[in-house]
């Protein structure tokens, strides 16, 4: 039998979706069978392959560089997951929102350093005005809430939809 | 003197209840459910979520039912995929006017409105987020007010109003920029009215108003006593 394709992604998040994936345990060796996890900070790929089944996002669009991601992972995806708060609702990264990004940096990186005051440019890609969940940039397929949606539920989904059944139906919702 | 009883259909199920209780008292006292949040037991209901809204026969808009009075003969239904739709379009709506980030929320894990989305199958909105700038009040000594959290049910100036009798709080401005005021939209440390008995604190749905000290999930409302005291008051009357 083919595997399914399954790739994650970790956007503007602290990775702790990542964490619960994992928290999976030992269901992560029978998964393996039937998936392979071809994209992510969990494995070594560079870039993001074609024709991936299932991707898994965590994280807000917080960056052009999000932005840019998260437009190539829909067009190469069959069936984009928002996972997590930070994805779905923008959570904890939008909290910047009602701050102007020239101000907040101003504020952390000049006001609030101890030493080498100044704004990082090199090697950071500028933020957006604010970090906004997946929906609002590219057609999401399923979400997930939770901070972090525990593993029980990410794992009913992925057998889920490998059984070819609807996860909507089944899904255990928890927001925070 | 004994009320006149009506004869009611309640999800096509004969029904008697009193004349002048709303729909909704009239499906509780016959143990029908109807998901509420702005609707407090004891206090004058007012609308104001749209959560309860119903189909009544006969009538072409959705009625809430906190506030409808029976009629006789009425046939209401209090479960449609339209009324659904229109429930959770209104938490929906909620949701994206404020800043709700239930992860870093006191009440998180405790909460009316998050309890209410996750009830009604709400896994993400269907609007843009508004993420306004809204500012907090810590100048009363033992709790705070955050108008990110708040979803103005007004059911702390009601239980302030009614069953404490100090009518601190009020709202002010209209639509999109409606805030809970105290007295007359001074500090809350500040105001001379309040008597500092923490009944709207126990009554608020969401994390808007809490007591100092709590951590995020710490905030655990109590209402009893408040229910307790309504319920004293309409034995007396």
């Known amino acids: 039998m083919k ?38 900070p969990l494995v070594d790929a560079q870039e993001f392959p074609e024709d991936v089944d299932i991707t898994l996002v965590e994280g807000a669009v917080s960056s052009q560089e999000d932005l840019n991601r ?61 970090a906004r969940p997946l929906r609002e940039f590219v057609k999401v397929d399923l979400c997930l809430p939770g901070c972090p949606p525990p593993a029980k539920s990410i794992v009913g989904v992925i057998t889920n939809l490998l059984e070819g059944k609807k996860p909507e139906a089944n899904l255990t919702l928890k927001f925070g | 003197m004994s009320q006149k009883k009506l004869s009611i259909r309640i999800d096509g199920e004969l029904i008697s209840a009193l004349e002048g209780q709303t729909i909704l008292e009239a499906a509780k006292a016959n143990g029908k459910y109807i998901p509420t949040l702005c609707a407090l037991e004891g206090l004058t209901p007012v609308g104001a979520c749209r959560i309860c809204i119903v189909e009544v026969s006969g009538v072409g808009r959705l009625l809430p039912a906190c506030t409808t009075p029976i009629q006789e003969g009425m046939s209401v239904i209090t479960n449609s995929p339209k009324l659904t739709l229109y429930r959770r379009i209104s938490v929906e709506l909620l949701l994206v006017e404020r800043n709700h980030v239930c992860a870093v929320c006191v009440s998180n894990g405790h909460c009316e409105l998050q309890s209410m989305a996750t009830a009604l199958g709400i896994s993400t909105v269907r609007f843009a987020y508004n993420y306004p700038k809204l500012p907090a009040d810590l100048s009363h000594p033992r709790f705070v007010l955050d108008h990110n959290r708040c979803i103005l049910c007004t059911r702390c100036v009601r239980v302030c109003a009614e069953l404490e009798g ?10 999109i920029h409606a805030r809970v005021v105290s007295d007359l939209n001074q500090k809350w440390g500040e105001s001379a009215s309040c008597t500092n008995c ?40």
């Open chain 2, 166 to 175: 100090a009518h601190v709080w009020n709202i002010t401005s209209r639509g």
């Open chain 1, 3 to 40: 595997k399914v394709k399954v790739a994650t992604a970790w956007l503007d998040g602290c990775s702790g979706c990542h964490m619960s994936l994992l928290d999976m345990d030992a269901v992560i060796i029978s998964l393996a069978r039937k998936i392979d996890i071809v994209y992510g």
């Open chain 1, 70 to 130: 998260i437009q190539k992972i829909r067009q190469r995806t069959n069936l984009l997951i928002a996972l997590g708060d930070c994805a779905v609702t923008g959570n904890v990264p939008a909290m910047r929102n009602s701050i102007p990004v020239n101000k907040l940096l101003q504020r952390i990186y000049v006001e609030g350093a101890q030493e080498g005051k100044t704004i990082p440019t090199l090697g950071v890609p500028p933020l957006l005005k604010h």
């Open chain 2, 198 to 237: 923490g009944k709207c604190v126990q009554a608020c749905p969401t994390g808007a108003l809490a007591e100092k000290g709590r951590a995020v999930e710490e905030m655990v409302k109590k209402d009893d006593s408040i229910r307790s005291l309504a319920h004293r008051r309409e034995v007396q009357a």
